[in-house]
DNA sequence: CCTACTACGCTTTTT
DNA sequence: GCGTAGTAGG
């Protein structure tokens, strides 16, 4: 018995047919990662492939590793030396190595949309584009999918004609790209594109690399977009061994440049190519796959092919309707507790939605009752103002040719350099054609800087300072360092109380999660480096920080949801207007229609056992109160396999309302999700061994600045226990003990 | 140069 | 409803 007769005859057939391309058309729950790790497993052991001759191409970090360990339970060694990785990942190793031979800097710094989006703002401001009329979305968009495409500004300038308003992108393309180098930075777009350009250009590396990944695979092939296409297209065009795994069905990043017919023109791409297709479905109930067959039927561009399940039957459709969402997302927490209360765990459940802003009524509501639960997405921890922060200083003192970091953090906490300095600092670098951070090294030259030269000059001397101190700390002390001698925690501390709560959560959880990084580092025998951490944390995607092992209810958008499974799922916000959207429900693409029921098809393929739509005729957008109806995608279910609620629930408002007033704002901000600490887990208290304090609550505590004080609060942080002062005369204060050095007075 | 206030615009979805 | 950009006053 090998473990291959566990598959079905398609599934082996795709785990045997090795040589050249062949396409697997993998429909919702058909096995596809199945498909792929036992195909891996079967290339190194029945045909003796080097594992290093293997690539593996993911969408995310959290598949990647998923695969990974599949592999290796499968095979048991090896597996460590497959690159299984994301595009972008992908990307930036071989960038790492050899993008010095197109012109950049091996050591380029990576932009997120934030980057990206202060950067075009300056560009604007440069150019005297006027933003009122060219937002900086629509541009970075724009521009996007110019990349996307490949078209470098040279391109896409002569592809425009005389249309005016885009010649004004065209010269924002330009000087963004300029700006871009000059800051040895790429976007992500550019990780693509420079790999691309660089394979194009450099026949040896291409050779190499042709040479290296004899065998490619390529999971959820129907969202890659053109130059994602070329990129695999290119490594593969030598041994033509390239499988690519995906469902047209599932193809829901069009917004994002993803190109449908990569997939469906595949044998058209590749010459003797092989299809096969997977359609039994082992995931869900056989009514919430008819039903999502019946719902993705009504779409006209598609590959026809009919999944089928020998699963049972299963409950029906439930489906519910409430007055506001505030019912919708009452109905959904108690349905979720009355089920643990029968055995079910929080981690088998959860919750869908169209939009992120869905997600708070949800929140609000298990903060409430308790309901330990995790957000995906949102706005990214990555993003978070103090991380980011704190990073713009890590990046300041790695290297210093990140002129943004730089300009970022030049003022924060407050040191009195305002606009107009930064401004004739930075008229002086360009006149000089020197970086940011490099003109600040010589004050005296900057003509008119008066006064602010001595507060440059100590920001200058502060940075050395950390340069100096890095050489002798880790990464973590480096960190910790920066936060305590910036004043940036005071800062913090300044702040209304519970966004400070909020702020100093996300700054320990960072510094964790950099401490995660440096054992990760010991681990693998490699010395952990301010840049090889940056780099991680520039590529992470929200889905990332997900863990099933953890007993949580998740929250996320369908998007994020794509690839995943959970054994309940609700399908939040069903209404024409919310989902499909008000753009595509007002807008006459039929194609974008077409796009939404993929994702509603996707949304309801997630789920195994149980599937609950509901809808609420009533809810709070943007401020105002808009009426929906039901969405038609409910409507295209075929009535015997729903059952209504039993009941809808028309509750009683007026205790409701109240709970959404007053302390909305604040508790926002304070339970936000933090990404990977979003989970309100009821509070363990575990004390790490070999590390107490001594003093506790009660007693009298006294800081080299701030003098003596009472502990109010001692809290078990990440690594680190946070302590609540009140000082004498100067107020409560929040800490980290480990570097407050907070002295017990003895009485 | 900093802070506080007002007004506006925004929400689809994200590696 | 929320965050941010822009403005006025200190």
Redo the contacts with the bound molecule.
Sequence with gaps: MSIYDSLNQEQREAVHHTEGPLLILAGAGSGKTRVLTHRIAYLMEEQGVNPWNILAIT???KAAGEMRDRVDHIVGMGSESIWVS???SACVRILRRYIDRIGYDNNFTIY??DDQ?TLI?DVCKALHID??IY?E?SIM?AI?SAKNEMLSPERYEKSIGGDYSKQKIADAYWEYEKQLKANHALD??DL?LKTVQLLETQPDVLDYYQDRFRYIMVDEYQDTNTVQFQFVRLLADKYKNLCVVGDDDQS?????GANIKNILNFEAHFADSKVIKLEQNYRSSAHILKGANAVIRHNVGRKEKSLWTENPEGEKINVQSFDTGYDEAEFVAEDIENQVRNGHSYNDFAILY????QS?LFEERFVAESIPYKI???I?FYAR?EIKDILAYLKTVDSGQDDLAVRRII?VP?????????GKVQDSAIEREIGFYEALGGTDLIPGIGR?AKKLDSFVALIAYFKEQSKDLSISDLTKEIIEKTGYLDEVNKEEQEVAEARIENIDELLSKIATYEEACMDADEPPTLRGLLEEVA??????GLDENQDYVVL?????AKGLEFPQVYLVGMEDGL??????VTGDDPE?ME??RR?CYVGMTRARERLVLTCATRR?????IQHHRQSRFVGEIPEELKESGKGSRTMQKFNKVAE??PR??AR??FH?PAYGGGQKVPQQFVVKSGQSLDYQVGDRVSHGKLGEGLVMEIIQGGRDYEVTVDFDGVGVKKMFSSFAKLVKIVL
């Design positions: 969408f995310t970090n994301t595009f972008h997120d949309m989006k703002k933003t009122k937002k979305r968009h996007s992500f777009d693509l829901i990043y069009k917004f994002r169209r939009t992120n802003a708070r995906v997405g949102g990214n103002k003022n407050k040191r009195g350099i305002g606009l107009a300095t930064i602010s590529l992470v995607a929200d889905i990332d996320m958008t369908l998007h994020s989902f499909p959207s008000f753009m595509t974008e796009e939404e994702l709070m957008v943007r401020g105002e959404t007033n909305s704002r926002r901000v936000t």
